[in-house]
């Protein structure tokens, strides 16, 4: 598992742990043993230093310098920020789309409670989202889906100021279908827009109305990306589940977002004859089944409703 995802679950425990001391413990949840407050803020601070791109003057971790700033150019098309995958400088977009989700589900569910740690929190989400907007946005017709050769990039340790490895550019279209890495891709980009509704409307609805593009794109040319791309993804980020756990994962964070039909209309064609056992950056059957039940008790939905997912 990457280092970008570990400190994602990390992150992950560090909110429902903070949301578990200060509901039970109150003001003593500040100075007792372990200090969630500190861990929470120096998990979020990690993700700074995988910051891929030009970096901000607000950057805190100041020993990291910009990287990076000309992925894409092989392909014609900007694809520099994002995130590097752990200790290696490529940018896999199906683990760090499936971070981004998880980041904004968990801001969505105990931001109210991070006081300070909110905007952070939000800063981690939105360097994943500008890039995922470009990787969506760029080329008509194409998705990128990565950028930098792991084979290569796995041979020789570097600094990512440093690095001299090739920037190989990775895409799907319809020719060349990416299910997976597109549904995971609509779902971090709807989970965030929930995240920045009530204090950016207008970038809300830009990852809103992309979200959508990219399902719609997911759903018309259906296959597994690892197909396609082999080596370049395999044994790093194979899809070793399949993609209808992320079309799934997908319609469910827009059918979160908009509460629209069409979006349960595709939930429910989906159908649930696979069983949820785990959940994890591949298999999102379990998140979805979760998150489907949190909507159908927060949102007006019957839990009856869903009875067709929850055998």
Known sequence: MGGLIQTFFITWVLFCSINISFSRFGAQAASINPNYKEALAKSLLFFQGQRSGRLPPSQQITWRSHSGLSDGRLANVDLSGGYYDAGDNVKFNLPMAFTTTMLSWSTLEYGKRLGPQLPNARAAIRWATDYLLKCATATPGKIYV??????????????????????????????????????????????????????????????????????????????????????????????????????????????????????????????????????????????????????????????????????
Not at 222 to 246: H, N, Q, T
Request: net charge negative.
């Open 146 to 311: 990565g950028v930098g050769d792991p084979n290569a990039d796995h041979r020789c340790w570097e600094r990512p100021e440093d690095m001299d490895t090739v920037r190989s550019v990775y895409s799907v279209s319809p020719s060349n279908p990416g299910s997976d890495v597109a549904g995971e891709m609509a779902a971090a980009l709807a989970a965030a827009s929930l995240v920045f509704r009530s204090s950016d409307r207008q970038y809300a609805g830009l990852l809103l109305r992309t979200a959508r593009k990219v399902l719609q794109f997911a759903l018309q040319y259906r296959g597994a990306y690892s197909d396609r791309l082999g080596s370049s993804v395999c044994p790093f980020y194979c899809s070793y589940s399949g993609y209808k756990d992320e079309l799934l994962w997908g319609a469910a964070w827009l059918f979160r977002a908009t509460n629209e039909v069409q979006y349960y209309n595709i939930i429910k064609s989906l159908g649930a004859d696979d069983q949820p056992d785990l959940f994890s950056w591949d298999n999102k059957y379990s998140g979805a089944h979760v998150l489907l039940s949190r909507v159908s008790t927060q949102d007006n939905y019957s839990v009856l409703e869903f009875g067709w997912l929850f055998p």
